[in-house]
């Protein structure tokens, strides 16, 4: 069996394969290829915190997996990370444990960050450039990465904007220590108004990007709203939007950035589609230069094992390699 | 982090501390103390395999506990054991991973084993002697090992019967390589018939054991009804006996030995009562000495923490001392 800790599972990630794995999975799920389970859950209100526990498997694969992945909100302070978790990977033959991916939560953020890189290349305009990020935590960073590399043939560039300016620039210094140049937007509406691609990952409870600062022809990545009373954009921008996808279309029309809109009637399901759906060629991405397309990632089981089927490859190659 | 081969499992158990552990586990579960979510399952119907993942906590429990166990039904063709699973331990108070028994199944053999010997204590007439273990497999030699430890003051005698004489011998000769003499019996009437306790551990779908041959004052345990289509009893026995205890009533009543019973309307769930109900007081076990008492046992996450903190806290003792 196989163990890996967490500085060997970074050492081995190699991200064209891993973005390849992604979107192979989002289309296996899109196409009724993939088993998904509902998530479990497990709440620790006293301690502010919770585990959700995630695993599936795609037909055909050789391997499932499950992940249990906690956070835990006052770990902070204990100087403790938030989050945590362990990916494990069984044989669909023989249901024997295959591999323990002592991960502590890396790999989820590297899949979310796969996850809205995909989306993000898929759907926005070819001629797109100026990219907002909107956030300063772990995910803005794994969304410039993920997206820079995932689109390493276009000159990219990057604006941050975040409620607390030190933390943007922590987030700018530590994108250009890995060579990436990200400038700190003192002013979301402008940084908005001027973006081609807007990604969003913070955890807001009212909408922050409002309807009157997106030019036609914008892409907007949002990754923040997990859980219900969570939303990032304003509601008419979801209505008014031209494309409307997410990567598993019953969570987002339940608690992700659809939600508003589906609930008030504003919007039916019918006017939303999955990305799987769009990159396997069966639903309509963008079509027209000017169309302003929504992306909603809510998180699924299918990246997961789409992740850790990636390392485990990277894992046997390295060892006959 | 603690990771933990069967082997070293295996070494650290300590029969009584696992007990009261198992016993406190189900009276917590029956006071609500327990949060028990549904059971996850993933099926793989090509390869005769499916994949159960069990998790739960009990309030003021440091540690939560989530499952991952395993069955390939085809796997003894290609040299391999049917059952395989591990347990992962979380700190309650962080949900930073503390420890991975790689125990692959021993532990749900031994927690079950546990649960029936807890139950069988607590509800055969304080005179019983003659014990019939009804199978051949792993099961019934766990049901003999930790019956006789929990009833270690009273002299038991064990009699099995398997419809395979051959695989009952070989139980039986393992059984005394462990100094417990076991009897094999034949005849599987005159055995019952003669019972004080019986134990059913087979995965049979037809009732093997028939109300006519069940005297007064007989106690049987049921552990092989896990699945809807399984049952061992008579429903004419379910319905007949004077106590109906199960360990978690609604599985008892949708796919344990209860199920028939229940669905013909010829018992109602207020005619059945929970183990930890019983051990703990608010309910009513044997009351009469003729009283023909079920224990009903389809299994719950609550033994699986009981017995993983049961081995961490053994763990841990031989560390320090």
Redesign the interface.
């Known amino acids: 069996?196989i163990?890996l800790s967490r500085s060997e599972i970074e050492a081995l990630i190699d991200l064209d394969s891993a973005l390849g794995a992604v979107e192979a999975g989002y289309v296996a799920a899109s196409e009724g290829r993939a088993?998904i389970?509902p998530v479990?859950?497990?709440?620790?209100p006293e301690?502010d915190?919770d585990?959700h526990?995630k695993?599936?498997?795609i037909a055909g694969d050789p391997s499932?997996v499950?992940k249990?992945a906690?956070?835990?909100y006052g770990?902070p302070l204990?100087g403790?990370p938030t989050s945590?978790g362990?990916m494990?990977v069984?044989s669909?033959?023989?249901?024997?444990?295959e591999a323990?991916l002592?991960d502590e939560g890396f790999l989820t953020d590297l899949r979310t960050g796969l996850g809205g890189a995909v989306a993000t290349r898929a759907l926005c305009r070819p001629d797109a450039r100026r990219v907002a990020i909107i956030g300063t935590g772990i995910q803005a960073r794994w969304q410039i990465r993920c997206l820079r590399h995932a689109m390493k043939q276009t000159p990219l560039t990057f604006g941050l904007w975040g409620r607390s300016e030190t933390k943007a620039r922590e987030t700018a210094n530590v994108m250009a220590s890995e060579g990436i140049d990200v400038e700190v937007a003192p002013d979301l509406e402008r940084l908005c108004r001027e973006a081609d691609i807007i990604i969003t990952t913070t955890p807001s409870r009212t909408p922050l990007i409002h309807d009157a600062w997106i030019r036609p022809g914008t892409h907007i990545t949002a990754i923040g709203a997990d859980a219900p009373g969570k939303q990032e954009l304003d509601t008419a921008l979801v209505i008014r939007a031209d494309r409307r996808i997410s990567d598993r279309l019953e969570q987002s029309l339940d608690h992700g950035e659809f939600s508003t809109a589906f609930t008030s009637g504003s919007i039916a399901a019918e006017d939303c589609a999955e990305i799987g759906a769009v990159l396997g060629g069966k639903a309509t991405g963008r079509t027209r230069s000017d169309d302003i397309t929504i992306a909603d990632l809510t998180g699924i089981a299918i990246q997961d094992i789409a992740i850790a089927g990636s390392i485990l490859d990277a894992y046997r190659l390295s060892m006959t390699g």
């Open positions: 069996m163990i088993t389970p479990g859950y497990l709440a620790f301690r915190g585990c526990i695993y599936g498997h499932f499950v249990i906690s956070g835990f770990n204990l403790l945590n362990v494990l069984f669909a033959s023989t249901g024997i444990l323990i002592l």
